[in-house]
């Protein structure tokens, strides 16, 4: 009985098997990948952005989501960003959650789908310079022309909608843009004007409307790394660590030995190479060009000349305007490290008294006075009045005899014979000075 009972169980099991791989597959064997796009647009967030795409295209996922939420940043990141969503075969999703300002705005045009929350906004992407301040006339044209290809990027759109993003004369009252305003977007102006595929409360509305509410959802986070090199590539962050380096290198020079500071300003130029190594905006080929100008300096304390010390400075500095992405900002913030490093100097010299400690190993600071030890010759004072007898006649200078010791000697100003009896009178230093006995 038990022998008839396995036999059916194993021939049930065999003509279901049969069945099972001709099932359609279930909408849960979807993958979506959610990425976050937050902070500021930097070339860390560009980095980390092509490594979750990256990853998600090995993996085989249906679709990425970015999760927006960002008051905009750097030019040429956004565009680099940008790039990357163009070439990639993903079906590509903006969900704007809360703010896609500038230049987010500019990113989340070239996803195949942009959704939003009913807090969200898109636009006022005018570009700006390093100062806060406007950026020029050519800025403007290149960026207005981008804002114009990403609306470009998906047939249907006001490409005049993108445009009014960037130039405040274009008058769209409509969507509360008169002359001289920059529009930004709300979720129901978007929706209206096309730029929005709809609005969502949340992720799960986002998967809800692009049919992907069963997908198995992976979240892709920053590392460690790529958030320090985040914070360390900011804008604001590079002139602050190129400020700390040049106060550590100062305060190193006026103190003896290494210490904290020196520590503290070599800590601060890895930081940044470090920073820019992971984001990508330098090579190793930088990090081998600023150690060969640290050595150059080095060498020119033993080698004398000043050739090697000009080239070590050549080279740290072109290090650093090559580790960015950009020369002009990296030579803006390289002077605001210069200018720091110079107040540093008069502080240290004008009001601590300081010297640069460092020039003591190169320079002699030994001075031969009286006060230490130190003549010229030997002074002598135990000639004053004795008498002796010229050997030359003394014109006025010339060569006396006293005590068999043979000396050179002058007169007051007058002449005096050979063989004539003489007495010193003044003694000035190797001066010896006489006059003819009476």
Same mark, same amino acid.
């Given at each position: 009985?038990?022998?008839?009972?396995?036999?059916?169980?194993?021939?049930?099991?065999?003509?279901?098997?049969?069945?099972?791989?001709?099932?359609?597959?279930?909408?849960?064997?979807?993958?979506?990948?959610?990425?976050?796009?937050?902070?500021?647009?930097?070339?860390?967030?560009?980095?980390?952005?092509?490594?979750?795409?990256?990853?998600?295209?090995?993996?085989?996922?249906?679709?990425?989501?970015?999760?927006?939420?960002?008051?905009?940043?750097?030019?040429?990141?956004?565009?680099?960003?940008?790039?990357?969503?163009?070439?990639?075969?993903?079906?590509?999703?903006?969900?704007?959650?809360?703010?896609?300002?500038?230049?987010?705005?500019?990113?989340?045009?070239?996803?195949?789908?942009?959704?939003?929350?009913?807090?969200?906004?898109?636009?006022?992407?005018?570009?700006?310079?390093?100062?806060?301040?406007?950026?020029?006339?050519?800025?403007?044209?290149?960026?207005?022309?981008?804002?114009?290809?990403?609306?470009?990027?998906?047939?249907?759109?006001?490409?005049?909608?993108?445009?009014?993003?960037?130039?405040?004369?274009?008058?769209?009252?409509?969507?509360?843009?008169?002359?001289?305003?920059?529009?930004?977007?709300?979720?129901?102006?978007?929706?209206?004007?096309?730029?929005?595929?709809?609005?969502?409360?949340?992720?799960?509305?986002?998967?809800?409307?692009?049919?992907?509410?069963?997908?198995?959802?992976?979240?892709?986070?920053?590392?460690?790394?790529?958030?320090?090199?985040?914070?360390?590539?900011?804008?604001?962050?590079?002139? &602050? +660590? =190129? #400020?700390?380096? %040049?106060?550590?290198?100062?305060?190193?020079?006026? $103190?003896?030995?290494?210490? /904290? @500071?020196? *520590?503290?300003?070599?800590?601060?130029?890895?930081?940044?190479?470090?920073?820019?190594?992971?984001?990508?905006?330098?090579?190793?080929?930088?990090?081998?060009?600023?150690?060969?100008?640290?050595?150059?300096?080095?060498?020119?304390?033993?080698?004398?000349?000043?050739?090697?010390?000009?080239?070590?400075?050549?080279?740290?500095?072109?290090? &650093? +305007? =090559? #580790?960015?992405? %950009?020369?002009?900002?990296?030579?803006?913030?390289? $002077?605001?490290?210069?200018? /720091? @490093?110079? *107040?540093?100097?008069?502080?240290?010299?004008?009001?601590?008294?300081?010297?640069?400690?460092?020039?003591?190993?190169?320079?002699?600071?030994?001075?031969?006075?009286?006060?230490?030890?130190?003549?010229?010759?030997?002074?002598?004072?135990?000639?004053?009045?004795?008498?002796?007898?010229?050997?030359?006649?003394?014109?006025?200078?010339?060569? &006396?005899?006293?005590?068999?010791?043979?000396?050179?000697?002058?007169?007051?100003?007058?002449?005096?014979?050979?063989?004539?009896?003489?007495?010193?009178?003044?003694?000035?230093?190797?001066?010896?000075?006489?006059?003819?006995?009476?």
């Amino acid at each position: 009985m038990i022998r008839k009972g396995t036999v059916i169980f194993l021939a049930a099991a065999f003509f279901l098997s049969l069945f099972l791989p001709f099932q359609p597959a279930q909408a849960a064997d979807e993958v979506v990948y959610v990425v976050p796009l937050e902070k500021e647009v930097e070339r860390g967030l560009a980095s980390f952005l092509d490594r979750a795409i990256t990853d998600a295209e090995e993996a085989g996922a249906d679709a990425i989501i970015f999760d927006i939420n960002t008051p905009g940043g750097a030019v040429n990141a956004a565009h680099e960003i940008a790039k990357t969503l163009r070439e990639t075969e993903l079906r590509t999703v903006a969900f704007v959650n809360d703010d896609a300002i500038s230049a987010g705005a500019f990113i989340a045009l070239y996803a195949q789908e942009i959704y939003m929350t009913p807090d969200g906004k898109m636009g006022a992407a005018a570009v700006i310079d390093a100062a806060g301040n406007m950026a020029d006339e050519k800025a403007r044209s290149s960026w207005f022309t981008a804002m114009t290809n990403a609306a470009q990027s998906k047939e249907g759109r006001d490409v005049q909608i993108a445009q009014a993003m960037v130039d405040e004369t274009i008058d769209l009252p409509e969507f509360n843009a008169p002359e001289g305003r920059l529009l930004t977007l709300t979720d129901e102006q978007a929706a209206e004007a096309g730029y929005s595929d709809g609005t969502v409360n949340d992720l799960e509305g986002v998967l809800s409307k692009i049919g992907m509410e069963n997908a198995e959802v992976r979240s892709i986070e920053p590392s460690f790394l790529e958030n320090v090199a985040r914070f360390i590539t900011n804008p604001i962050i590079v002139p &602050i +660590l =190129l #400020s700390i380096a %040049s106060i550590g290198l100062i305060v190193e020079l006026y $103190s003896p030995g290494f210490g /904290v @500071a020196g *520590i503290m300003g070599l800590s601060a130029m890895m930081m940044f190479f470090f920073g820019h190594l992971v984001a990508g905006l330098a090579g190793f080929e930088v990090l081998i060009l600023f150690l060969i100008g640290v050595a150059l300096i080095i060498a020119e304390f033993f080698v004398p000349g000043g050739i090697l010390g000009i080239l070590g400075l050549t080279a740290i500095v072109a290090s &650093i +305007l =090559l #580790s960015g992405d %950009s020369v002009v900002y990296m030579g803006i913030a390289l $002077s605001i490290a210069l200018l /720091v @490093a110079v *107040i540093g100097m008069v502080v240290m010299v004008k009001f601590l008294g300081k010297n640069l400690h460092v020039l003591k190993r190169i320079i002699l600071s030994d001075s031969t006075n009286t006060e230490s030890g130190y003549v010229s010759n030997v002074n002598r004072l135990e000639l004053i009045g004795k008498t002796g007898v010229t050997r030359t006649p003394l014109r006025p200078s010339g060569t &006396i005899v006293i005590d068999d010791e043979r000396i050179d000697a002058v007169t007051e100003g007058g002449y005096i014979d050979k063989e004539k009896q003489v007495k010193v009178v003044k003694v000035e230093g190797s001066r010896i000075v006489v006059r003819e006995a009476e």
